[in-house]
């Protein structure tokens, strides 16, 4: 296949007034987008701008929504007071200051939250991985905090925007290493960010590699969680060290690991370029799995149509359904959210159009303080309209596929939204998660 090599640039803020493509949109829009800019990350790339948007679909376009700046991200509000600092010339500080006031009410970590699911050895926290479920150890490389672009309704934004630190990240010596060679119960790590992606295959193998020796045994999977196979499948093809990441691809299966790349996609459009299907044949010829995940959101893949396109598309690919998530803590939550509701019956409709193969995907899932609770379905009980929820992952292992119930609520759009059904006051779990909590000191 003959695909020239790209080498990569990034949009900003700064460039929203030069870029060609966005000319055909007003003064008033742009200014609008360069105001929504200031407060919330905004990065985009070449490979996006150039090949992956339709630009005669703006603002609609999904890949548009999915990295560029809306002016409803934000409430009208706050977007005039930004526009109004931007118009008036205001100097930088005041610029930021104004960001700043907005930005620390719309993020969802009060203080010190973090600190949750921060295991220690020997006493000492482990800063930089996360141990949340008894099999799975999430990894957090100091070099990959950073994205090929930012996606709009992105839960990490805090850290992009520099309101949280990178203290909870790794670095590849020592700690978590030894963390691991002592907890001989976990048998999947998981690389995230950012992306973990955006490291050099050198930097990579830091973190990979010492896991193939012994000792680590018990370490069956290394799973990479990554956006970069939609955002930059450059980096798998013809990016400098390309060949290199394909080799330690390789080098992890042949020293009998399950390497699972957890490639993040929202939607089929992603699939639709040469380079992209390239990447993922390549990443799979080395013997790696790609699985998939990604979050239903309004106004970018709140269709059940499109769900069932993506996961024709993947499977035809050979890539492996996995997540449907819902979305929360966002920066611009409103825009973005849906009723829990609507997430169901899009799993649903989009779940019948495809075959067993593409009925891996679970979901819709939310990612809890208790574990990934499911929305299994909509039922009425003795008269009682509910949701029908099971975990798929809990601190109590014991917990998973013991399916409980919440009065149906046509609005809610999180866990913490929904009461027990048939009169109880809590859920089954909630005595024991509130002991959990106390005994790790969280609250
Ligand atoms: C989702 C998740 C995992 C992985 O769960 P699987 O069911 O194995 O995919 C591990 N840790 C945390 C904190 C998670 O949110
Ligand atoms: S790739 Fe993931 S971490 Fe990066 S901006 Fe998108 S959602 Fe956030």
């Known amino acids: 296949m003959n695909i020239k090599p790209k080498k990569m640039s990034f949009y900003g803020v700064k460039d929203i007034d030069s870029l060609p493509e966005l000319k055909k949109l007003s003064e008033t829009e742009r200014l609008a987008m360069k105001a929504v800019a200031h407060v919330l990350p905004f990065r985009s790339n070449n490979y996006l701008v150039e090949e992956l948007i339709d630009w005669n679909k703006i603002p609609d376009d999904p890949i548009f929504r999915l990295t560029f700046p809306h002016p409803e991200m934000l409430s009208s509000q706050d977007l005039n007071l930004m526009v109004r600092l931007i118009e008036e010339d205001a100097p930088k500080t005041a610029l930021r200051e104004g960001a700043n006031e907005i930005r620390w009410r719309l993020n969802p970590h009060p203080a010190g939250q973090k600190q949750h699911n921060v295991p220690s050895l020997d006493g000492e926290p482990v800063p930089g991985i996360q141990h949340k479920y008894e099999k ?16 709009t309704f992105c839960f990490r934004w805090p850290q992009f925007v520099g309101l949280d630190d990178l203290k909870f990240a790794t670095r590849e010596s020592g700690d978590f290493q030894d963390y691991l060679r002592s907890h001989k119960e976990v048998s999947d790590i998981l690389l995230t960010g950012g992306d973990p992606m955006t490291m050099k295959a050198w930097q990579l193998a830091l973190y990979i590699e010492p896991l193939l020796e012994s000792g680590f045994e018990h ?9 970069s196979l939609a955002y930059w499948p450059y980096r798998y093809v013809t990016d400098e060290d390309a060949d290199d990441l394909l080799r330690l691809f390789e080098k992890v299966v042949q020293r009998g690991k399950h390497l699972a790349i957890m490639g993040h996609y929202e939607h089929w459009q992603e699939f639709a370029t040469p380079i992209a299907r390239e990447a993922i044949r390549r990443v799979r010829s080395t013997g790696a799995q790609i699985r998939t995940q990604a979050p239903v959101i309004r106004h970018i893949n ?65 990612s809890a303080l208790p574990g990934k ?48 059904a048939f009169g109880q006051y809590k859920f089954f779990y909630e005595s024991q998660l509130e002991d959990i909590l106390t005994r790790q000191k969280l609250f």
């Open 136 to 151: 799975t150890v999430l990894i957090f490389p100091t070099a990959g905090q950073t994205c090929h672009a930012y996606c």
């Open 373 to 420: 609770v499911a929305i299994d379905g909509v039922a009425e009980i003795a008269g009682e309209k509910l949701f029908v929820l099971s975990f798929l992952q809990a601190r109590e292992s014991d917990w998973c596929k013991r399916p409980f119930f919440a009065s149906f609520d046509a609005d809610a759009t999180w866990l913490s939204d929904l009461k027990p």
């Open 302 to 366: 709140d269709s059940a149509d499109t769900w069932a396109k993506m996961w024709q598309t993947q499977v035809s690919l050979g890539c492996i359904p996995y997540y449907m998530f819902v979305e929360r803590q966002t920066g611009a939550k409103e825009y973005f959210e849906i009723p829990l509701v609507r997430c169901w019956e899009i799993y649903q409709q989009a779940i019948q159009q495809v075959s067993g193969l593409g009925r891996t995907a679970r979901g819709p899932v939310m």
């Open 219 to 227: 370490i069956q999977t290394i799973r990479i969680g990554t956006k």
